[in-house]
């Protein structure tokens, strides 16, 4: 009934470089075409940071939990995806900038034929993004929303230089999200949250993977856990693949859907 699986130790000891390349052989993604004539599902690992009694943020963000072990395994994630897809909330708040090229796995994207850094691609119902927000004057950044969204937001996220698609109607719909991404190409999604896309996520049964940072904290206070969403909860099993610890104290687990056939 009890098999054990030990957790890999990681020390502060180790060498940089060869730390980044031995984690990316941890998390790989599964081979998929990212061509015609065969579009398959993109692969959706999401990433997430908690601490030990489940708060998401502290002080209102998520970068308050993280170490420097957290922050390897955020870059080589990162490293590894041809799309960063965030709540667009998350986003702002948590000052995200466009992806750029690692030089650590310049090699390996071009072998995998990716771009030299991935996409970033933020999901909005509400398209309240401050017009401002660097991102959006980037190409290679898309906006995610609904038909319903408003349209005077539409026109000032279009007016500033943001690509805006729609994915549903009166609402993101997640597999249109899906669709999305295969249709660019982005067979290797990673997104980072917030709670409520990663609610939208479990809602739909589209997660294939979770890959959990336990901070070695407790917080208490009222932040929220790493999901919610208004509908009833499901359980959606999944097993652990991988589990990593550090010097610091910090867990690492990895996730992946016990759903055969995904």
């Known amino acids: 009934m009890f098999g054990l699986q030990k957790a890999t130790q990681l020390t502060s000891a180790d060498d940089e470089t060869a730390t980044l390349r031995w984690l990316a052989e941890q998390y790989p993604y599964p081979d998929r075409p990212a061509s015609p004539p065969c579009l398959p599902r993109p692969y959706l690992r999401v990433n997430m940071v908690s601490s030990i009694d489940g708060a998401v943020t502290h002080n209102g963000r998520s970068g308050d939990l993280a170490g420097p072990g957290d922050k390897a395994i955020f870059r080589v994630l990162r490293a590894l995806a041809d799309v960063v897809l965030v709540g667009a909330r998350t986003a702002v708040v948590e000052g995200y900038r466009q992806p750029s090229p690692d030089d650590v796995f310049t090699a390996a994207r071009a072998d995998r034929e990716q771009t030299p850094a991935p996409a970033l691609a933020l999901v909005s119902r509400s398209l309240s993004i401050p017009t401002d927000y ?108 991988t589990i990593i610890t550090d010097d610091d104290g910090f867990v690492y687990t990895r996730w992946t859907r016990t759903t055969v056939g995904r």
Do not use: K, Y
């Open 134 to 241: 660097p991102p959006l004057s980037c190409r290679e950044t898309a906006i995610l929303t609904c038909c319903d969204a408003p349209d005077s937001r539409r026109r000032a996220l279009s007016d500033a230089g943001a690509t805006v698609i729609d994915c549903g109607d009166d609402t993101v719909d997640i597999s249109a999200v899906l669709d999305v991404c295969a249709e660019r190409g982005w067979v290797r999604v990673l997104s980072e949250g917030g709670p409520s896309l990663l609610g939208s996520f479990i809602a739909a049964d589209a997660v294939d993977e979770l890959c959990v940072t336990t901070s070695p904290n407790v917080a208490a206070g009222t932040a929220e856990r790493i999901a919610h969403h208004p509908a009833t909860a499901q359980l959606r099993a999944m097993r652990p693949t």
